[in-house]
């Protein structure tokens, strides 16, 4: 269950209407100290008559589309009620759960039972709406979703199997992935949402990522993808994990158009901000930079005064690394690689590769056999034996024997 909701303040929900100031909260429904925290860990404290009732409309799929914003805390459905649908709301607060419904009940509803039963049950189906595009988003005051025109029926009513973690037990066929129809090219906006939607664990799966890069093959999607280039530049922002290259491979003159945009997005972060996910959205823009500089070293100073400025979101120094690599300056990167190298050996691995491939001679050979030695393999073990002499060779087995055996402790170095 997904019990790991935050419990903001009440003013980090977004800004208040000048009607609806933070004391109005202690008029609202809620569930005293009762928080998504709980969810899971305590009984919801509901009456049975209401679970009841909640249920009901669980078993009769009359709950959803189901929405759910963790950076703020809140969470939303629509339900199918005997008379009308109506929108419930909750939202964490410092005293409780407080719970709102379209219903006009000022009190706990059974709509809003309904909304905690399969927040509590099955979380996976709620739909997260921070990784949708602006037309889709949700206002920034929950509790007023219900007054506004907000359009549900953009919302799938259960988040499909891509959206969800990938897991053994993950059982994703073609036709529910987002480029499952007949003309994508044709359907260039719900693709724009779709991607944004899926979870960062399918991307690592060969039978999900190959059937996506193929669509990039398509003229009519490269073109209108082109010409609606912003919202792919907003798409790489809120999911700087989706593999875009085959569409920045051929925008070279809209990455140029919009290196402006893009450099007041990285200026919104600050290093109070440092997660996985900071890191990686400023090492998507910066990358996005580098394609629409131009290559004379004039222009390429700014690029590299940013990179600098972002050194926290690089700790490890590769990206950076490989940038001067990429601008001609193979040996102050070797040096970089080399001040940056972990300090314990099974982290070297991807330090070693590069420098393997930037260095020649006797620098190059020092890193192959420190990268033998870190991480041994056979593979490594035959190749590093090709680049020395008989002589020099035998005397390398002498001084590891275990690598004879390929034996898994063996000295660092």
Same mark, same amino acid.
């Given at each position: 269950?997904l019990t790991?909701?935050?419990?903001?303040?009440? !003013?980090?929900? !977004?800004?208040l #209407?000048?009607?609806?100031?933070?004391?109005?909260?202690?008029?609202?429904?809620?569930?005293?100290?009762?928080?998504?925290?709980?969810?899971g860990?305590?009984?919801?404290p509901?009456?049975?008559?209401?679970?009841?009732?909640?249920?009901?409309y669980?078993?009769?799929?009359? =709950?959803?589309p189901?929405?759910?914003?963790a950076p703020r !805390?809140?969470?939303?459905?629509?339900?199918?009620? @005997?008379?009308?649908? @109506?929108v419930?709301?909750? @939202?964490?607060t410092?005293?409780?759960?407080?719970?709102?419904?379209?219903?006009?009940?000022n009190?706990?509803?059974?709509?809003?039972?309904?909304?905690?039963l399969?927040?509590?049950e099955?979380?996976e189906?709620?739909?997260?709406?921070?990784?949708?595009?602006? #037309?889709?988003?949700?206002?920034?005051?929950?509790?007023?979703m219900?007054?506004?025109?907000?359009?549900?029926?953009?919302?799938?009513?259960?988040?499909?199997?891509?959206?969800?973690?990938r897991?053994?037990?993950?059982?994703? !066929?073609?036709g529910?992935?987002?480029?499952?129809?007949p003309?994508?090219?044709?359907?260039?906006?719900?693709?724009?949402?779709q991607?944004?939607?899926?979870?960062?664990?399918?991307?690592t799966?060969?039978?999900?990522?190959? #059937?996506?890069?193929?669509i990039?093959?398509?003229t009519?999607l =490269?073109?209108?993808?082109?010409?609606?280039?912003?919202?792919?530049?907003?798409?790489?922002?809120?999911?700087?994990?989706?593999?875009?290259?085959?569409?920045?491979?051929?925008?070279?003159?809209?990455?140029?158009?919009?290196t @402006?945009?893009?450099?007041q997005?990285?200026?919104?972060?600050?290093?109070?901000?440092?997660?996985?996910?900071?890191?990686?959205?400023?090492?998507?823009?910066?990358?996005?930079?580098e394609?629409?500089?131009d290559?004379?070293?004039?222009?390429?100073a700014p690029?590299?005064?940013?990179?600098?400025?972002?050194?926290?979101?690089?700790?490890g120094?590769l990206?950076?690394?490989?940038?001067?690599?990429?601008?001609?300056?193979?040996?102050?990167?070797?040096?970089?690689?080399?001040?940056?190298l972990?300090?314990?050996?099974?982290?070297?691995?991807p330090?070693?590769?590069?420098l393997?491939?930037?260095?020649?001679?006797?620098?190059?050979?020092?890193?192959?056999?420190?990268?033998t030695?870190?991480?041994?393999?056979?593979?490594?073990?035959?190749?590093?034996?090709q680049?020395?002499s008989?002589?020099?060779?035998?005397?390398?087995?002498?001084?590891?024997?275990?690598?004879?055996?390929?034996?898994?402790?063996?000295?660092?170095?």
């Open positions: 269950m790991n909701l935050p419990t903001p303040r009440v !003013g980090s929900l !977004g800004a #209407p000048e009607s609806r100031s933070a004391r109005a909260h202690a008029n609202l429904p809620r569930l005293a100290e009762f928080h998504w925290a709980d969810i860990r305590r009984d919801l509901i009456s049975s008559r209401l679970l009841m009732h909640g249920r009901d669980l078993y009769q799929e009359r =709950v959803g189901l929405l759910v914003d !805390g809140a969470a939303a459905a629509r339900v199918e009620g @005997y008379q009308a649908d @109506y419930t709301t909750a @939202y964490d410092d005293a409780g759960l407080v719970v709102t419904c379209s219903c006009t009940a009190r706990i509803c059974a709509h809003a039972a309904a909304l905690l399969v927040r509590d099955d979380p189906a709620f739909f997260d709406v921070t990784r949708v595009r602006v #037309p889709m988003m949700v206002p920034s005051w929950w509790p007023w219900a007054g506004t025109s907000f359009d549900w029926n953009t919302i799938p009513r259960r988040a499909g199997v891509y959206m969800r973690p897991s053994a037990r993950s059982a994703a !066929g073609s529910d992935w987002p480029w499952a129809a003309a994508p090219s044709q359907q260039h906006e719900d693709l724009l949402n991607l944004a939607l899926v979870h960062p664990s399918w991307w799966c060969p039978e999900f990522l190959d #059937p996506y890069l193929a990039w093959q398509q009519a =490269v073109a209108r993808a082109l010409k609606h280039f912003p919202a792919w530049i907003d798409l790489a922002w809120r999911g700087p994990e989706i593999p875009l290259a085959p569409l920045w491979e051929k925008a070279a003159g809209q990455i140029r158009q919009a @402006y945009s893009i450099q997005r990285l200026w919104q972060i600050s290093p109070a901000d440092d997660s996985p996910l900071t890191r990686l959205r400023v090492q998507t823009m910066l990358n996005l930079l394609v629409g500089f290559e004379a070293a004039d222009q390429r690029l590299r005064a940013l990179r600098e400025s972002f050194a926290w979101a690089d700790p120094g990206e950076r690394a490989k940038f001067l690599h990429r601008t001609g300056q193979t040996t102050d990167a070797v040096r970089l690689l080399e001040r940056h972990p300090a314990e050996r099974t982290l070297r691995a330090y070693r590769t590069l393997i491939a930037w260095t020649e001679g006797d620098e190059r050979l020092a890193h192959q056999v420190a990268d030695l870190e991480n041994p393999s056979p593979a490594k073990r035959q190749s590093l034996l680049s020395l008989p002589m020099a060779a035998e005397e390398f087995l002498r001084q590891f024997p275990g690598l004879k055996s390929d034996a898994p402790d063996l000295p660092s170095g």
